[in-house]
């Protein structure tokens, strides 16, 4: 066996390693090639979304196809035109699934320059956060309804006795909730901590 053939052997063994590792983590990992501008799907990514190895014409076909949502189509874009032009990146943005379904994305790139110094390809790393995004959301929610709470308490109008029942049943849900949500974001928070790291790392 030539040197070449076991340095692609070690290097594939290499890239199966840290694929497995961010998998564990909840973690996807993909390359794209921007002077071809097709984007290359690990064996991960293919058995989850149930697309084939690759795709062509990155960025455009997905907002031609409606898998980037149309809010988000615009930064999408220029956030691939970023890469292209070889400055790291990352994005939050809603993408359809292969059940019809919105989900949302967190992804990142990591650009590789040639020799010469020019950018020719990116590692990207990203995941869905749907989750995380529900779950900020429904404490904004919990957020108006203590505000709602408070406005109410100001211009009280029912019986002193009925009033604060309702205010101390109210505010005793609003302290358990907020709690549950806002242990969420944290996670949320530790996911993006974590991907942040595994860019840094990609050489």
């Not at 497995?20 to 973690?27: Q, V």
């Not at 292209?84 to 990591?110: A, E, M, P, V």
Request: hydrophobic share 35%; net charge negative.
């Amino acid at each position: 066996m030539d040197k070449e053939n076991t340095n692609r052997i070690m290097l594939d063994a290499q890239r199966n390693a840290f694929e497995s590792s961010l998998g564990d983590l909840g973690l996807r990992y993909w390359e794209y090639d921007i002077r071809s501008h097709r984007l290359y799907r690990s064996a991960l990514v293919q058995n989850e979304v149930g697309y084939n190895s690759y795709k062509e014409n990155v960025p455009e076909s997905y907002v031609e196809e409606g898998i980037i949502h149309p809010d988000y189509a615009q930064a999408y874009l220029d956030f691939y035109h970023n890469i292209q032009n070889g400055h790291n990146d990352r994005l939050i943005f809603r993408s359809k699934y292969s059940d019809n379904t919105w989900g949302w994305l967190d992804i990142s790139y990591k650009v590789l320059f040639d020799d010469e110094g020019r950018p020719f390809k990116a590692i990207g790393v990203g995941g869905d956060i749907s989750w995380q995004r529900e779950n900020e959301e429904k404490l904004r929610k919990t957020e108006d309804e203590k505000n709602l709470i408070e406005q109410i308490l100001q211009s009280a109008a029912a019986s002193e006795y009925d009033f604060l029942s309702y205010v101390d049943k109210s505010t005793q849900n609003f302290i358990t909730y907020s709690s549950i949500a806002a242990q969420k974001v944290v996670q949320g928070t530790q996911y993006s901590a974590t991907l942040s790291r595994y860019l840094n790392v990609l050489a």
